[in-house]
């Protein structure tokens, strides 16, 4: 069992350095496997989810008491339907189901859009200008500036000439300040998810030393293949 | 029959009335039944994206098996992504997801795939901003600023040396990024109805694979 | 001098890879312990939680896959115990990813222990609530979206009545009663995506559910706009404010020690971008004016 | 006054709005009504870059998009861009590379971008320069989509790199490539986060509804334009509503955030 476990440590750090591999700019073998690895995995394993969820969810209910649950089953049609995509000459029986679903789909962005993303988004534009602290009144003007020249940047069909303009060009360096901002706290995540993955590689110390022995690995290995073996390492790459 | 449930209208049609029980629904109080379909509807189209991922799985394992009985290069690897898939499936509904088999695939390869491949953009965010943040003209300058101001706010160490950067970076945050957010949500939702009224109109059928100048 | 500038304007890309690297790695195991400020939203969400009474029913959505697990489980592991650990709350788990149920099973086994007579999940006793009793979990939902929108309408419909482990959950309906989205005091969701939409589109315009998002660093532009908008009552921003929950909830873990390679990055930015304009400056800039291409 | 109005609550102002662009857009798609639409910079962007590989005698690489949303306004306009780029590439003979695939709901645009490249070289008589095997399917994966997408930038060292439709945070990592390997960076998104990262990244940047904006500019599709002429009469009213509601609150009258609903 310890094996397992051991092996099962090794495969886990060699795909994560095999991935963070590409970092080196150069395609190699680790990288090829690595990234193969995960492939295969996620989508034998959204497969097997997926498989569940209709058993627990969908054919158990209907399997139990099939009178009660007509329009389940309906659901379960058009979701066989969906499966003659394979083929050819029946692809189109698939319209059926991808015309339900995509009418579903863009019925429920559309009526939830309107209400959160619309509504509740210039209802909470709407401040009051004066009779409050010095400091709220510049904020909320300027909140008010920030949405309307960004909303007059994104105009299309009339001209931006004049003071229109003028003010479509205010809503640009409002946008690319706002950017700056943006990509601050995307940055924020994404190291925090590099913080995440690094924690998990370098605790406790059995992984510690794994992983440095993993990392020379990678880099010598990648660098004798294209220094010394470049025939080699063409040959071990995919496509 | 087949050619009236082919047709462009047939369709149309279809879209048309799932739509209506959509809507209706949601903003005016209904009959009971009515609510039954709305409820029915949105759990139809769960299930049909399910099916939908199995038909994913078959289109990956065919790419696989042309790759590897066209003998391309890398077809190895071809086949032990298959090996993968089909392990993993067969493993995971035959003994269930608590199988060693399964669990090692899974906490060997899956798990540390996913959680890396994502941090990876990290690296080219760092050399995006490092090559690209220059004091320019108007439109950089004030990026880089607010870029550094922001940095400064999320950066613990940085209240440290002097807290007036929390504030700075908190109103940048809260109100600046806020606002230009705020109007994207509202111009991709503009964008969204829209498409609804295209798509009701019978004018976006290419969404659900029509070409033009079929049917009627 | 023209050479340094221009070592500073064209570095090798994968020389900074590699200092990322180093300093992460240094920084990981040798921390300094820094002390770290709450930021306000943090502490928001921490007291309504806080807040919950008895009978109250929370929902926690796992909006989790491996790809953001790293960055959500400081506080995953923070907010959940806490929620557990409040007397009489009723807690429903579910997720809206193809591997959430990974991290829901996780979280229950990192501060349960098994239930008498049990031997694997989710029969865990998790500060003194019991599976079935004081908890369910309902499992996989795809297709969010649509699954969401159900439960609102009819909860035990568009939840189902079965959990995930095929459990009967009718009895666990009837006994903290129900119905419809209008019975949830509290939703929670740790976000990837976008699972706090869920709620934000469903329940919140027809019942007004109170929603704490703990979201990755991507989504927090947005979760801001929604916060602002009084759509959300309380967000948790990321690692920085996983690492604030731990503190303040006093369920401490690896967040709070990363918080100084958290820091080390940023600075190391910012140094970059000083450096890149020095060279730009020096160098670039003055390459371009006499007609050379940057 | 605000009691006489308890019917109009969120929802209902919700449903009206819902109703407005509705036939708002209705009326610009079937009225005869001319409308121009402004062209925007990362037109001449595309021209320059096309241009640029032209003189350089390298190919040009045009993404349409990981299509999450399947055939979805960004996808749709990506597609009318797509159809302007193949023109000019069969106009110069420059070979035009475009991988498809990133998620399970690309097989819809993957087949109509075929059809409208093929359609294009037809039209200009160049069918024997059309080449199937340049619109590889690479994933239905988007990371494993975006490293086969890489391996064609590290090979084939396009002038140009066009990342345009529904770009996920693959963007970033294709867009640094990109310009790692010479080629001029033109990037859209259809999210904001991502699209600031771009703004680092890109030597042009089509922000947003840009791109929705390009499209009907070029297609010259009357559905196209009327989308972008509603779109826009409605941000006009939204600036309106914002500021007269911002005022009369100002003024302590809170009615126009009470019809607002929640």
């Given at each position: 069992?310890?094996?397992?476990?051991?092996?099962?440590?090794?495969?886990?750090?060699?795909?994560?350095?095999?991935?963070?591999?590409?970092?080196?700019?150069?395609?190699?073998?680790?990288?090829?496997?690595?990234?193969?690895?995960?492939?295969?995995?996620?989508?034998?394993?959204?497969?097997?989810?997926?498989?569940?969820?209709?058993?627990?969810?969908?054919?158990?209910?209907?399997?139990?008491?099939?009178?009660?649950?007509?329009?389940?089953?309906?659901?379960?049609?058009?979701?066989?339907?969906?499966?003659?995509?394979?083929?050819?000459?029946?692809?189109?029986?698939?319209r059926?189901?991808?015309?339900?679903?995509?009418?579903?789909?863009?019925?429920?962005?559309?009526?939830?859009?309107?209400?959160?993303?619309?509504?509740?988004?210039?209802?909470?534009?709407?401040?009051?200008?004066?009779?409050?602290?010095?400091?709220?009144?510049?904020?909320?003007?300027?909140?008010?500036?920030?949405?309307?020249?960004?909303?007059?940047?994104?105009?299309?069909?009339?001209?931006?000439?004049?003071?229109?303009?003028?003010?479509?060009?205010?809503g640009?360096?409002?946008?690319?300040?706002?950017?700056?901002?943006?990509?601050?706290?995307?940055?924020?995540?994404?190291?925090?998810?590099?913080?995440?993955?690094?924690?998990?590689?370098?605790?406790?110390?059995?992984?510690?030393?794994?992983?440095?022995?993993?990392?020379?690995?990678?880099?010598?290995?990648?660098?004798?293949?294209?220094?010394?073996?470049?025939?080699?390492?063409?040959?071990?790459?995919?496509? | 029959?087949?050619?009236?449930?082919?047709?462009?209208?047939?369709?149309?049609?279809?879209?048309?009335?799932?739509?209506?029980?959509?809507?209706?629904?949601?903003?005016?109080?209904?009959?009971?039944?009515?609510?039954?379909?709305?409820?029915?509807?949105?759990?139809?189209?769960?299930?049909?994206a399910?099916?939908?991922?199995?038909?994913?799985?078959y289109?990956?394992?065919?790419?696989?098996?042309?790759?590897?009985?066209?003998?391309?290069?890398?077809?190895?690897?071809?086949?032990w992504?298959?090996?993968?898939?089909?392990?993993?499936?067969?493993?995971?509904?035959?003994?269930?997801?608590?199988?060693?088999?399964?669990?090692?695939?899974?906490?060997?390869?899956?798990?540390?795939?996913?959680?890396?491949?994502?941090?990876?953009?990290?690296?080219?965010?760092?050399?995006?901003?490092?090559?690209?943040?220059?004091?320019?003209?108007?439109?950089?300058?004030?990026?880089?600023?607010?870029?550094?101001?922001?940095?400064?706010?999320?950066?613990?160490?940085?209240?440290?040396v002097?807290?007036?950067?929390?504030?700075?970076?908190?109103?940048?945050n809260?109100?600046?990024?806020m606002?230009?957010?705020?109007?994207?949500?509202?111009?991709?939702?503009?964008?969204?109805?829209?498409?609804?009224?295209?798509?009701?109109?019978?004018?976006?059928?290419?969404?659900v694979?029509?070409?033009?100048?079929?049917?009627? | 001098m023209?050479?340094?500038?221009?070592?500073?304007?064209?570095?090798?890309?994968?020389?900074?890879?590699?200092?990322?690297?180093?300093?992460?790695?240094?920084?990981?195991?040798?921390?300094?312990?820094?002390?770290?400020?709450?930021?306000?939203?943090?502490q928001?969400?921490?007291?309504?939680?806080?807040?919950?009474?008895?009978?109250?029913?929370?929902?926690?959505?796992?909006?989790?896959?491996?790809?953001?697990?790293?960055?959500?489980?400081?506080?995953?592991?923070?907010?959940?115990?806490?929620?557990?650990?409040?007397?009489?709350?009723?807690?429903?788990?579910?997720?809206?990813?193809?591997?959430?149920?990974?991290?829901?099973?996780?979280?229950?086994?990192?501060?349960?222990?098994?239930?008498?007579?049990?031997?694997?999940?989710?029969?865990?006793?998790?500060?003194?609530?019991?599976?079935?009793?004081?908890?369910?979990?309902?499992?996989?939902?795809?297709?969010?979206?649509?699954?969401?929108?159900?439960?609102?309408?009819?909860?035990?419909?568009?939840?189902?009545?079965?959990?995930?482990?095929?459990?009967?959950?009718?009895?666990?309906?009837?006994?903290?009663?129900?119905?419809?989205?209008?019975?949830?005091?509290?939703?929670?969701?740790?976000?990837?995506?976008?699972?706090?939409?869920?709620?934000?589109?469903?329940?919140?315009?027809?019942?007004?559910?109170?929603?704490?998002?703990?979201?990755?660093?991507?989504?927090?532009?947005?979760?801001?706009?929604?916060?602002?908008?009084?759509?959300?009552?309380?967000?948790?921003?990321?690692?920085?404010?996983?690492?604030?929950?731990?503190?303040?909830?006093?369920?401490?873990?690896?967040?709070?020690?990363?918080?100084?390679?958290?820091?080390?990055?940023?600075?190391?930015?910012?140094?970059?971008i000083?450096?890149?304009?020095?060279?730009?400056?020096?160098?670039?800039?003055?390459?371009?004016?006499?007609?050379?291409?940057? | 006054?605000?009691?006489?109005?308890?019917?109009?609550?969120?929802?209902?102002?919700?449903?009206?709005?819902?109703?407005?662009?509705?036939?708002?857009?209705?009326?610009?798609?079937?009225?005869?009504?001319?409308?121009t639409?402004?062209?925007?910079?990362?037109?001449?962007?595309?021209d320059?870059?096309?241009?640029?590989?032209?003189?350089?005698?390298?190919?040009?690489?045009?993404?349409?998009?990981?299509?999450?949303?399947?055939?979805?306004?960004?996808?749709?306009?990506?597609?009318?861009?797509?159809?302007?780029?193949?023109?000019?590439?069969?106009?110069?003979?420059?070979?035009?590379y475009?991988?498809?695939g990133?998620?399970?709901?690309?097989?819809?645009?993957?087949?109509?971008?075929?059809?409208?490249?093929?359609?294009?070289?037809?039209?200009?008589?160049?069918?024997?320069?059309?080449?199937?095997?340049?619109?590889?399917?690479?994933?239905?994966?988007?990371?494993?989509?975006?490293?086969?997408?890489?391996?064609?930038?590290?090979?084939?060292k396009p002038?140009?790199?066009?990342?345009?439709?529904?770009?996920?945070?693959?963007?970033?990592?294709?867009?640094?490539?990109?310009?790692?390997?010479?080629?001029?960076?033109?990037?859209?998104?259809?999210?904001?986060?991502?699209?600031?990262?771009?703004?680092?990244?890109?030597?042009?940047?089509?922000?947003?509804?840009?791109?929705?904006?390009?499209?009907?500019?070029?297609?010259?599709?009357?559905?196209q334009?009327?989308?972008?002429?509603?779109?826009?009469?409605?941000?006009?009213?939204?600036?309106v509503?914002?500021?007269?509601?911002?005022?009369?609150?100002?003024?302590?009258?809170?009615?126009?955030?009470?019809?607002?609903?929640?």
């Open positions: 069992m310890d094996i397992v476990l051991f092996l099962g440590t090794v495969l886990a750090t060699l795909i994560t350095f095999g991935l963070f591999s590409i970092l080196t700019g150069v395609d190699n073998p680790f990288y090829a496997f690595a990234e193969h690895s995960y492939v295969g995995t996620a989508i034998g394993f959204l497969a097997v989810i997926t498989v569940v969820y209709l058993q627990t969810k969908v054919f158990a209910p209907i399997i139990a008491d099939p009178m009660s649950n007509i329009l389940p089953l309906i659901s379960v049609i058009l979701g066989l339907m969906m499966l003659t995509r394979v083929s050819s000459k029946y692809a189109w029986i698939a059926i189901p991808i015309t339900v679903s995509i009418a579903v789909g863009v019925g429920i962005t559309t009526r939830t859009g309107v209400i959160t993303n619309i509504i509740a988004q210039i209802k909470a534009t709407i401040l009051p200008l004066w009779g409050i602290d010095w400091f709220t009144t510049l904020t909320n003007i300027a909140v008010i500036i920030f949405v309307v020249t960004t909303l007059i940047f994104f105009q299309y069909t009339t001209r931006r000439t004049g003071p229109l303009g003028k003010v479509s060009q205010v640009r360096l409002v946008l690319y300040a706002g950017f700056g901002a943006l990509f601050a706290q995307t940055f924020m995540g994404r190291i925090g998810l590099f913080l995440g993955r690094m924690e998990t590689m370098l605790f406790p110390d059995t992984q510690l030393q794994m992983t440095l022995i993993v990392i020379a690995v990678v880099l010598l290995g990648t660098y004798i293949l294209r220094r010394r073996y470049p025939d080699l390492l063409n040959r071990l790459l995919p496509q | 029959m087949s050619n009236v449930l082919k047709s462009k209208t047939f369709l149309l049609i279809l879209a048309i009335v799932v739509q209506f029980l959509i809507y209706i629904p949601y903003f005016v109080d209904v009959p009971a039944p009515m609510k039954t379909a709305e409820s029915e509807l949105l759990r139809f189209a769960v299930n049909i399910s099916f939908a991922m199995l038909v994913g799985v289109t990956a394992t065919r790419k696989e098996i042309i790759r590897i009985g066209k003998r391309q290069k890398g077809w190895i690897y071809g086949v992504v298959l090996i993968l898939i089909w392990v993993m499936i067969i493993a995971g509904l035959v003994l269930g997801q608590t199988t060693p088999i399964f669990k090692f695939l899974q906490d060997s390869m899956l798990l540390p795939g996913d959680a890396t491949i994502y941090s990876i953009v990290l690296f080219y965010m760092i050399s995006a901003a490092g090559r690209a943040f220059r004091l320019r003209d108007t439109g950089s300058s004030l990026l880089l600023i607010v870029v550094v101001l922001v940095l400064l706010q999320q950066a613990p160490i940085a209240a440290i002097w807290d007036g950067f929390v504030p700075i970076g908190n109103w940048l809260n109100y600046l990024g606002s230009i957010s705020r109007t994207f949500a509202i111009v991709t939702a503009l964008g969204g109805i829209i498409l609804a009224v295209r798509f009701l109109s019978g004018k976006e059928m290419g969404m694979g029509v070409k033009k100048e079929e049917g009627k | 023209t050479s340094v500038f221009e070592f500073l304007a064209t570095m090798d890309r994968r020389i900074w890879h590699a200092f990322t690297f180093i300093i992460v790695i240094v920084l990981l195991l040798f921390p300094l312990g820094l002390p770290l400020a709450i930021s306000a939203e943090t928001v969400s921490y007291n309504i939680v806080h807040a919950l009474k008895p009978g109250d029913i929370v929902m926690i959505n796992y909006n989790i896959a491996a790809f953001g697990w790293d960055e959500l489980k400081g506080q995953v592991l923070s907010v959940v115990p806490h929620v557990m650990s409040q007397p009489g709350v009723k807690v429903i788990f579910l997720t809206d990813m193809d591997q959430g149920m990974i991290y829901i099973e996780q979280t229950l086994a990192a501060y349960g222990k098994l239930m008498e007579g049990k031997t694997s999940a989710p029969w865990y006793d998790v500060f003194g609530k019991k599976y079935l009793q004081d908890y369910v979990v309902l499992g996989y939902f795809p297709g969010a979206t649509s699954a969401w929108a159900a439960m609102a309408v009819d909860f035990r419909k568009g939840a189902g009545t079965v959990d995930w482990y095929k459990n009967d959950i009718t009895p666990f309906y009837n006994a903290i009663g129900i119905k419809t989205g209008q019975d949830v005091d509290l939703a929670i969701s740790f976000d990837c995506t976008g699972g706090a939409d869920n709620f934000r589109n469903h329940f919140f315009p027809v019942f007004g559910t109170p929603i704490i998002a703990g979201e990755i660093g991507v989504n927090v532009p947005g979760a801001i706009n929604n916060y602002n908008a009084g759509q959300y009552k309380g967000i948790i921003k990321s690692t920085r404010g996983g690492a604030e929950y731990q503190y303040i909830s006093g369920f401490k873990g690896k967040a709070l020690l990363s918080m100084d390679a958290y820091s080390a990055i940023h600075v190391y930015l910012i140094l970059l000083v450096l890149g304009n020095i060279g730009y400056f020096g160098w670039e800039r003055t390459r371009v004016k006499k007609g050379g291409t940057a | 006054m605000a009691q006489f109005l308890f019917f109009l609550d969120g929802k209902a102002v919700g449903f009206t709005l819902l109703i407005v662009v509705m036939l708002l857009t209705l009326f610009y798609m079937y009225s005869k009504r001319e409308v639409v402004r062209r925007v910079a990362a037109l001449d962007a595309i320059e870059g096309i241009g640029r590989s032209a003189e350089m005698g390298r190919p040009v690489i045009n993404s349409i998009g990981t299509c999450d949303g399947g055939m979805s306004t960004w996808t749709v306009s990506a597609l009318s861009i797509l159809k302007y780029v193949t023109s000019k590439c069969v106009a110069l003979g420059i070979p035009l475009v991988p498809l990133g998620s399970e709901a690309v097989y819809t645009p993957m087949e109509v971008a075929r059809d409208i490249v093929r359609t294009e070289y037809e039209m200009a008589g160049k069918l024997d320069e059309y080449r199937p095997d340049n619109m590889p399917f690479l994933s239905g994966r988007q990371f494993s989509w975006a490293s086969g997408y890489v391996g064609m930038m590290l090979r084939l002038g140009v790199n066009i990342l345009l439709g529904e770009q996920m945070g693959t963007a970033m990592y294709l867009s640094e490539i990109g310009h790692e390997v010479g080629a001029l960076q033109i990037s859209g998104a259809h999210y904001i986060t991502n699209i600031a990262c771009l703004a680092a990244s890109a030597d042009y940047l089509a922000i947003g509804e840009d791109m929705l904006a390009a499209g009907a500019y070029l297609s010259k599709d009357p559905n334009i009327a989308s972008i002429r509603a779109s826009d009469l409605m941000k006009y009213l939204f600036i509503v914002l500021i007269v509601g911002s005022v009369l609150a100002s003024f302590g009258n809170k009615i126009v955030a009470t019809l607002l609903g929640y």
